[in-house]
């Protein structure tokens, strides 16, 4: 079996990879079968000499590899017919930017597997970035508070190397006695509370935060419960509000009455509430000044996210009176950090995670026979077809 690392072809450019030189020296360690070459790329986080130096081919050879695996979606054109592709589509949920890709995909018998639905048998997801977006996600947003508030000047995340340097300047800052929400428990929700953890915020439980006050900075994680109920009045719980969102209406506003900096970290399924509204952010009440919305769903559940901002531009203001984008600093706004290519900012960190986590939960998928089902799962289309999985997207590609 033969692996090519393709180099990354999608503007705005993505340094990260797959695999690391020491994933890929890992893989032909482990798998006396698998072959692996690289494909030349000036922009990768990893030079080509660094894969060369762990004993990897680096050639423009990828037409002669069985499994070509990227990051992000790959052009139309540098496709090659009938090889089996992994990358993130972007296609799953419909995306009309990506119908196109998806065509091109049949029609060049192409077996795409991607990223998004590579899970085990319990639908939990295997390989990801939302732990590297949420680092990267409450670095900008403590970058946004103080810039904001004209308080201290944070260098950009993606001028530092790794996590530990993002940390060491969040260590020289001191935040005044806000108080911080962070929505979400998954990848991302996590990530971003490592960040919070390492300045040594004190955390604190939903009662003491909408209750006491404080004489330093805290914040409080919550999950779907803590800012969900049930609208007849029935004591819900996780699971339930995950089958059946349209039971439930938000409970979010309570934090937005005490909160000066809210982290969105939660992951938002279709049919669920919004945690707030345009309407809700009018109020006098509605007390967010920052948002650092790593989720990123336009006009979606976080109402202050009306579009996507970027890695060069990070930061925009929203006004609540107009429902409109401002100058973040004046007073009136809220300022917004909506990057939607997060972990781009730290590709050393998220690679090497992304990369420890596809060697051992898909490589071997290669070489058992596909035991645990984890490529049949997360195959999209086989022999110039939709496979059964992801037939709902028919009408989607025909249309």
Excluded at 112 to 127: A, G, M, S
Excluded at 145 to 159: H, T
């Amino acid at each position: 079996m033969k692996f090519g690392i393709i180099r990354e072809r999608k503007n705005p450019p993505d340094r990260r990879v797959v695999l690391s030189p020491e994933a890929c020296q890992k893989v032909v360690t482990n798998q006396p079968k698998a072959e692996i070459i690289v494909e030349p790329s000036p922009i990768r986080v990893f030079s080509d000499d660094e894969y060369k130096a762990k004993g990897i081919e680096v050639a423009s050879k990828m037409e002669e590899c069985d499994v070509l695996l990227g990051v992000k979606e790959v052009p139309i054109e540098s496709l090659i017919p009938n090889k089996k592709y992994f990358f993130f589509s972007h296609t799953i949920k419909e995306q009309p930017y990506n119908k196109k890709l998806l065509r091109a995909v049949l029609e060049k018998n192409i077996e795409l597997y991607d990223h998004e639905v590579i899970t085990n048998k319990k639908e939990q997801r295997l390989v990801a970035f939302g732990r590297y977006a949420g680092i990267v996600g409450a670095y900008n947003g403590l970058r946004t508070y103080g810039l904001k508030y004209g308080l201290y000047e944070l260098p950009k995340a993606e001028n530092l190397a790794n996590q530990q340097e993002l940390i060491a300047e969040l260590n020289k800052i001191t935040l005044p006695n806000i108080k911080i929400i962070l929505t979400g428990r998954g990848r991302v929700g996590n990530g971003a509370r490592e960040m919070l953890d390492a300045m040594n915020i004190k955390k604190v439980n939903v009662t003491q935060y909408l209750e006491d006050s404080f004489d330093e900075p805290v914040y409080c994680q919550i999950d779907a419960s803590d800012y969900n109920k049930r609208k007849d009045g029935v004591r819900g719980n996780k699971v339930d509000f995950f089958t059946n969102p349209e039971e439930y209406k938000s409970n979010f506003y309570r934090f937005t009455q005490v909160s000066d900096f809210f982290i969105a970290g939660h992951f938002y399924g279709q049919g669920a509430p919004y945690l707030f509204t345009r309407e809700d952010a009018k109020k006098e009440d509605f007390k967010i000044k920052v948002v650092a919305d790593v989720s990123c769903d336009i006009d979606g559940p976080v109402a202050t996210t009306i579009k996507p901002s970027t890695i060069a531009d990070p930061i925009y203001g929203y006004d609540p009176i107009t429902e409109s984008e401002t100058d973040y600093k004046n007073e009136s706004a809220i300022a917004v950090m909506a990057v939607d290519n997060l972990p781009c900012e730290i590709p050393q960190d998220a690679s090497e995670g992304f990369g420890q986590a596809f060697v051992k939960n898909v490589i071997p998928a290669f070489f058992n026979g596909d035991k645990d089902g984890v490529l049949e799962r997360a195959r999209m289309t086989k022999n110039g077809k939709l496979t059964p999985r992801y037939s709902y997207l028919t009408d989607f590609v025909a249309l």
